[in-house]
């Protein structure tokens, strides 16, 4: 089981380096105020994130995952994340 | 490597401004084009190349491209099904039913004759083809998952002998680990790969276009316990095993795959601690694959075994660095990992499955795409090369430093071929010559096509024979002559086997009266292993200038070349080829 801040930690690693060319911190990005955020850009996320965390995205989440918030909230529910203590 | 790594190591990759590799599909790439460029990056960090690919169904703009405006740069062709025939695909807008063998046979000769004419177009440049895996063909048949209906067999067949054709055409073909197929992505965004293929099949399909390490040319093995079971020594010639059964059954197949390896033109020899008289009297009548005679080399005393091994270099005129041994001795590897570095070490397998590991990792070491007239003689060379130093001994003619009349009786005779940039023996020569040439560059098959395409571009190449034998390509020359008539050389190099001849005078003087040059001049780099190069400038008393720039005029090189062949009595003629 993954630690919370752990968790984020990582995901904002994966944002930094998929988003790397916009600026502002990984945890505040959403596919509205990301210009780099493309439908190439998304499928590296996902496919990262699976690989990141051992995990399989549903064709929904896929599509869901629209902010980092999205991408936490699924993350977390796929990994049994314990809250941060 | 995980992806968000090869995207970092993408970001800051330095790219190559003049190399490419054109990556050819009809599926989108995605991750397996970003793996792919990852692994360039690590493989060439200096200047990598960057990957070109086309969109989703664009094979036939990619086919185009690379074979117009990126011809000279290197091309991965990955097939998928549907290239044979567009309902071969999940994502086909037809039927999921296979087509008819007559609509397979017409749409196969299509694609044939598209990549044929893609490869004429290539002619010269490294192609290179990866097949679909049998995931990726969509269930169309009537049978259940795991059997193929007979159409269905006949799909696969079909595209293999398309394949098989443009193989024999010269197209290489990669055997890349993908076995299953990635649905979602495939029908969310035409890529069929999943993320941990698309990386061992990129860091596979690297490995073989941008191999690691330089093709060795030696392998050198021990016999007791390496080359049949048993001690020769101890338990005579008629107890050791290396039959095609029992114990022996292994090291049968061994000798047998040091025969193959010997065809392909890898030097074997062996070096073994036994009396001479217990080994070479007996060798040949063990009726073994392996005879003395495909042995460019061996020793059998009882020096050690480091000794023998640079004694084995030095006859065979190689570096240290192009030799790989085998033995089951852990010890003697010890050694020879801790005083000769360079050299690869193997040890003997005990088991059946290591045994598969120690053939695939000496086909790693010895592995080409061609295997050409010198590769298959060149244990026969070696053997005319010890003839010609009896020959000499058992002569009553002196040696005298510098001078070639020695070689008067030799009948050598060197045959020149103009423009020999067509001939694939000329960059591999000029590739893997590490002592008599003019720099340490080393060319891709882009930067060959480059130079050929050059203005007032030339190639020489020259074959030597005498009466003991057939010393094959053993020259190239490669340079432009400027509108002054001036050849400036961009490499020359001569294959080690040649030296001492006069070859390269004779090969001069050939450029100068073939193509009216009236002065040789170009840039010599040490690096470190071709002080024979700077040997035969300097005695040629060549004009030096900065930067290790040399010159030579005609009258120079004509008198050189007169010495050389009033000397030896060489004759010197063209080529009909």
Known sequence: ?85 | MLLRQALALLRSARYSDDRQLSLLCSFEPLHFKTYLQAFLAERVPGGVPRVTTWGYDQLDVGLQESSHALRVHPALLFLSWADLHPHLSWRTRGPLALPTPDELRTRADDLRARLVKWLEARAGADSYVALPPLAWLPSSDHVAPGALGPDAVSVPATLWAVVAEIARKGCRVLDLPVTTLNWRDLLGAGCPLTVEESERAARRAVDLIYPPEPRRKALVVDLDGTLWHGVIGEDGPERIAYGPEGLGFPFHVFQKFLVKLKHQGVLIAFCTKNNPEDVLSVFDRLGMPLSLGDFAAYRCNWESKTDNLRAIAGELNIGLDAVVCVDDNPAELAEIASTLPQVRGFGTPRTGPDWLQLFEALQRCFATWRVGDEDRARTASFAAERSRTTALSASAVSVEPGSLTHLRGFDLELTVRQDAFGDPRSLELINKTNQFRLTGERWSAAEWLRKQETPGSVCLSARLRDRFGDFGTILVLVGTIGPDRCAELQEFVLSCRAFGRGVEAAALEYLCRSAGVACVSGRFIDTGKNAPAARFLRSLKCEWTDGGRWRLTRPVIEASAKDVLDETGMRVHASNG
């Open chain 1, 1 to 85: 089981m993954l630690r919370m801040d752990e968790t984020v930690l990582r995901l904002e690693r994966i944002f930094a380096e998929i988003f790397w060319t916009d600026p502002g911190p990984p945890s505040g990005k959403t596919r509205d105020n990301t210009a780099s955020w493309d439908s190439l850009a998304h499928l590296n996320l996902v496919l990262s994130i699976e690989q990141e965390f051992g995990i399989a995205l549903a064709d929904q989440e896929v599509v869901d995952m629209t902010t980092f918030a999205a991408a936490l909230e699924i993350v977390r529910t796929k990994s049994h994340t314990p809250d941060e203590s």
